[in-house]
């Protein structure tokens, strides 16, 4: 019967490994990682034979690409097993070192053509000539690919920094406009955590891959878009299941995060005080607990680094009943930190001043509100989780009046279920509240959808029932057609600007009218 036959061939011209495979096709089994560098190839290509005429398949592409080898070339014979025509392929450099890759869509398709060079297509395919007038010294070409790598590299690191690099990915049943706005945010995120973004993915399926998530035309679009943004990282929006998070840790060779991994990171660098490093170690303890199975590049960092970073981070490898003990002492220290809150809500409580609480979805504009109307000057930057920790200030209003207010962590759509359990502390200061004020960033595209998660968390939380305002920030954002829609929207909101002051005597108005003084308590 007749096989197809492959080498596996070193940069000293010796075969490594002869593989024989069916009429069809051939499979290479696993080598070992040889990755040493970003500007280095494997120092393998393979040459393997075609029983019809026909040259490189994109099979063919995506070896070379998942293997990194050097070359890939494809030997024809006829029926008689005689040699015809011979044709190879090479990665280009601009792809294994990144160079100008800047942020991209993959959105390609098809094979290149017979000589086509492109950066979307990741690799140059030759021309084929007849088998005995091949003309290519592949160790020359190796070499010089490599030095080019060398150097792009170089240059992308003086331009880029040395921070880490990720794609990032998106795949579901939603529509792909609403896709790409929940990439935004994760974009948004990825900055946060000191990540940049070189590539996105998005792919829209009937039903998602419960293995992998995507297919093997996307894990093959995934590789190159990571070989040409020289990206190491591969950050999914939504949570990955653990077996999800080992096989795609595996396929991709690359330190996989998901959306929950991302927000855990950003907390970890925002906590300050000791409830809040307490309570983003026991998120990440519980995160971590049922993934401690299988090796996960993400999790092997004791130290440093995206998805690595916090108080938890010498938990990662202990076994779950080190975990679950640890998570138990946290809960205790934490029940004490409660305590010593709840005994100064007491003493607001009887001194009869009365509580309002800013809420609201991350970067809405909560501290520069707070700043604003107490004269404060509390942490606010453009970023989502600046104000991690919940900070209280007193606000003054005229006849000796005064209101306790306090800035909470934000609000973010399907916030983690760890996050919820961890945070429980820091958020009964919003069960204290007598009211809510609800700022929500007037000039961002999806305000509504904001907007609405914030309501769906306060409900989850049983706190709908106390008395809130809604306030439209960064209402200098927008133009007067958008100002008449949100304002129709919401006829009751207050529309103002933290940033500079403008419409906060209105807020201050509004929070005076809504407070019964005498009792220090809000009226309906």
């Not at 990571?226 to 060779?253: H, K, S, Y």
Request: with cysteine; glycine share 8%; net charge negative.
């Amino acid at each position: 019967m007749a096989r197809q036959v492959g080498l596996l061939i070193d940069r000293q011209g010796r075969a490594q490994l002869v593989i024989v495979g069916d009429t069809g096709a051939i499979y290479i089994p696993e080598l070992p990682r040889s990755r040493q560098g970003t500007a280095r190839l494997r120092g393998l290509r393979l040459v393997h034979t075609h029983l019809a005429d026909t040259l490189l398949s994109q099979e063919d592409m995506m070896d070379m690409l998942f293997l990194r080898l050097d070359s890939v070339g494809v030997l024809t014979v006829d029926e008689f097993g005689g040699p015809e025509r011979f044709q190879y392929a090479h990665l280009l450099p601009s792809v294994v070192s990144g160079a100008g890759a800047g942020e991209q869509e993959a959105e390609q398709g098809g094979r290149a053509a017979d000589g086509e060079e492109g950066e979307n297509k990741g690799y140059r395919v030759f021309p084929a000539v007849p088998w005995d007038r091949v003309d290519a010294d592949f160790n020359a070409l190796t070499e010089a690919l490599e030095d080019e790598m060398a150097r792009a590299l170089s240059d992308a690191r003086v331009a880029d920094g040395d921070g880490e690099r990720a794609v990032l990915v998106s795949v579901g049943t939603q529509p792909r406009s609403l896709q790409e706005l929940y990439l935004d945010e994760l974009q948004e995120l990825a900055r946060t955590a000191g990540i940049a973004v070189v590539g996105r993915i998005v792919q829209r399926v009937p039903q998602v891959n419960h293995k992998l998530i995507l297919g093997k035309g996307k894990l093959a679009e995934l590789e190159v878009l990571c070989l040409q943004g020289n990206a190491g990282m591969v950050v999914f929006d939504g949570e990955l299941a653990p077996a999800q998070l080992r096989n795609l840790t595996d396929a991709t060779e690359r330190k996989v995060l998901d959306r929950t991994q991302l927000i855990l990171d950003i907390f970890a660098q925002h906590a300050t005080s000791r409830a809040g490093k307490l309570q983003v170690e026991m998120a990440q303890l519980q995160y971590t607990m049922p993934r401690l199975v299988g090796k996960n590049r993400a999790m092997d960092r004791l130290m440093g680094g995206i998805g690595g970073r916090g108080p938890g981070e010498t938990k990662l490898e202990t076994d779950r009943r080190k975990i679950r003990d640890r998570i138990s002492r946290i809960k205790g220290e934490l029940e004490t930190l409660r305590r010593q809150r709840g005994y100064a809500r007491d003493r607001r409580a009887k001194a009869r001043v009365p509580v309002a609480a800013l809420v609201g979805y991350t970067n809405a504009g909560k501290s520069t509100t707070l700043n604003t109307l107490t004269h404060s000057d509390v942490l606010a930057e453009n970023k989502l989780f600046a104000t991690l920790d919940p900070t209280t200030r007193r606000l003054r209003f005229p006849q000796e009046r005064e209101l306790i207010l306090t800035d909470t962590v934000g609000f973010i759509r399907n916030l983690p279920k760890e996050l919820k359990e961890a945070f429980e502390a820091t958020l009964e200061e919003l069960e204290a509240a007598d009211l809510l004020i609800h700022v929500a960033d007037a000039g961002h595209p999806e305000v509504e959808r904001q907007i609405q998660a914030v309501e769906s968390i306060l409900t989850d939380m049983q706190l709908h029932e106390i008395p809130s305002v809604l306030v439209l920030n960064k209402w200098d954002m927008l133009d007067d057609e958008a100002r008449f829609a949100l304002r129709q929207a919401h006829p009751q909101a207050i529309c103002i600007c933290a940033r500079t002051g403008e419409g906060l005597d209105g807020l201050s108005a509004a929070i005076i009218s809504r407070i019964d003084w005498e009792r220090g308590m809000v009226v309906a």
